[in-house]
């Protein structure tokens, strides 16, 4: 799963152990990104 | 956020006036009543959809 | 119930229209009535499939957006549950707008054409492909051809004498559609529906005309006032059809 750091909009990967922390600026606020696949949703 | 496509009490279809009723209404300085009248939109039910709604899509656009 | 209907327009336009039917019973005009809101087929967006969508709307409240756009429907070429491909890409700044919608049927296509969708600023972009389905207002809401759909009876009225020297003038309101004494029809708005306007300082008295029903219709787009009306005179005609097999089988 991909994330972007809020602070400094780089792409994040986190892994299990790592906490969840951007590894390049140390902001604790990360975001995920859509994925990218196409999405089908259902006109109820 | 954008003016709803149809009016929730009858269905007439309202939005596509919205604009123009926002250009020559609220921005510029007609009688909002002559206006409406004008676009067709005559039920008080769509009247309220358009003079109720407030578009907030420019005021959340900058978030993501 | 009697063989013939009488049908006379007081109004006619492109999506709204005023009749009015004689020889009707007030069972068999509220079933047009509702044949006309629930039977009639329409094509509607029913699946979408986002490629992407970066606008500040979730893909759920466009999708609820795009179902109530009404769509031209060329009733002769669908059956229901048929469906046609709708497409849009629009990349901001720019307001994406049913007119932009391209459909993979030409007679297809949005009866609006300036319903702005949703709103997209610099680097926001919204792609996707969907699926419109022909089904019925009995269905969703978004499958109703005919939009405030409905009938009055046609009210005579007649003078019967002046008005009392020291009565108050009080306004007589009615709406919809009134016949005079020599036939005439005559639409309460012209006279602001107020009958004292025609006939000041008259006496008059309104009846209901027994079997005569003025109806207004008014659709979204999708279909003709003509075609509407016709499809759901045919659809009770069907059922009725239908009902009389069963029976006999």
Known sequence: MSYKCSRCKRDVELDEYGGVRCPYCGHRVLLKERARDIKEVDVK | MMIPVRCFTCGKVISEYYEEFDARAREGDEDPAAVLDDLGVTRHCCRRMMVSHTDLVDVVSPYQ | MSAEFDVEFIERDDRSARFLVRGLTPAFANGIRRAMIADVPTLSIDTVRFIENSSVMFDEMIALRLGLIPLTTPLADYE?????????????????????????????????????????????????????????????????????????????????????????????????????EDGELVATDEFDNDLTNRYPGKEVSVTDVPGAFVFHVETDGSLSVEELVDRAAESIGDRAAELKDAVSV
Do not use: C, M
């Not at chain 3, 969708?117 to 792609?127: A, P, T």
């Not at chain 3, 405030?148 to 007589?172: N, T, W």
């Open chain 3, 80 to 180: 229901i549950g048929e469906t046609v491909t709708v497409a849009l890409d629009v990349e901001g700044p720019a307001t994406a707008y049913s007119g932009d919608l391209t459909t993979s049927d030409g007679l297809v296509e949005p009866a609006d054409k300036n319903i702005p969708i949703i709103k997209l600023n610099q680097g926001q972009r919204l792609e996707f492909e969907a699926d419109a389905v022909l089904d019925r207002g009995k269905e969703h809401a978004k499958h109703q051809g005919g939009v405030s759909v409905g009938y009055r009876h046609l009210q005579r009225v007649e003078v019967i004498g002046d008005r009392g020297e020291f009565d108050e003038e009080e306004p007589h309101i009615l709406r919809g559609v009134i016949e005079t």
